[in-house]
């Protein structure tokens, strides 16, 4: 039972260069997430998707898009990496709807350096 | 718009020792309230979570939180702490869509 998956589970860029993070959960859950986590300030939402073929904007979206490709898996694109984004990055996933009981699922993270 | 405050960055005990990890949350509607730990290296793990049946939640590995209203407060304890207790404990409280707004994280050290 994977959970959800994350790939790389580290990266180092350099300024300018631009990589996608891939995500895949196996339990069959509508929504997926991808927050980063940086020292002392705990998990913040980049992107969220609640269901297949919609995305939308979290607290930190500037620098990043994403991707639904279909209902297990949801991908973060950096277009231009810079040293802010250097960063933990976590993918999860949760059911849908419950207004905001449900539980979410994280993967193991991908440590991003931007040099 | 929801928000959660976790006092104390880092908090160390001794083994044996009752653990206290404190959240305090704000929020204009009955908030959703959950505990994640998180070991070195790895993701973050369901502790236990407020959805408003009980106020006292009892959670994985012997933690447990009480909600308290009146005080805003959702804070973690644990009577006995292990070494194995050692990491990062983060509070969150959960909105629309399961979308959750984190602390910003206490880092629990258990000494000998």
């Known amino acids: 039972n994977a959970g959800v998956t994350q790939t790389p589970k580290f990266q180092v860029l350099k300024t300018g260069q631009s990589m996608t993070l891939q995500c895949a959960q196996d339990?069959?859950?509508?929504?997926m997430y991808w927050y980063r986590q940086d020292p002392g300030m705990g998990l913040r939402l980049i992107y969220y998707?609640?269901?297949?073929?919609?995305?939308d904007k979290g607290e930190v979206p500037n620098g990043y898009n994403v991707s639904r490709l279909n209902k297990r898996e949801f991908s973060l694109r950096l277009e231009s990496a810079a040293p802010s984004q250097t960063s933990v990055y976590f993918c999860?996933?949760?059911?849908?709807?419950?207004?905001?009981?449900?539980?979410?699922?994280f993967g193991q993270g991908t440590r991003l350096t931007v040099v | 718009a929801q928000s959660v405050t976790q006092l104390g960055s880092h908090v160390s005990v001794s083994e044996g020792a009752l653990v206290l990890l404190r959240c305090n949350y704000s929020?204009?509607?009955?908030?959703?309230l959950f505990w994640y730990v998180q070991y070195p290296n790895q993701g973050l793990q369901l502790l236990l979570k407020?959805?408003?049946?009980?106020?006292l939640v009892k959670g994985i590995n012997g933690f447990e939180a009480e909600f308290k209203k009146s005080e805003t407060s959702f804070h973690l304890t644990k009577p006995s702490a292990h070494m194995s207790d050692a990491a990062e404990y983060f509070c969150?409280?959960?909105?629309?869509?399961?979308?959750?707004?984190f602390g910003t994280g206490t880092q629990l050290k258990v000494e000998l």
């Open positions: 999860a996933s949760s059911l849908k709807g419950g207004q905001g009981t449900q539980e979410a699922f």
């Open positions: 339990m069959n859950h509508n929504s």
């Open positions: 998707s609640a269901s297949e073929g919609t995305t």
């Open positions: 929020s204009s509607v009955p908030p959703y």
């Open positions: 407020y959805t408003s049946a009980a106020t």
């Open positions: 969150a409280v959960s909105g629309r869509l399961n979308k959750l707004t």
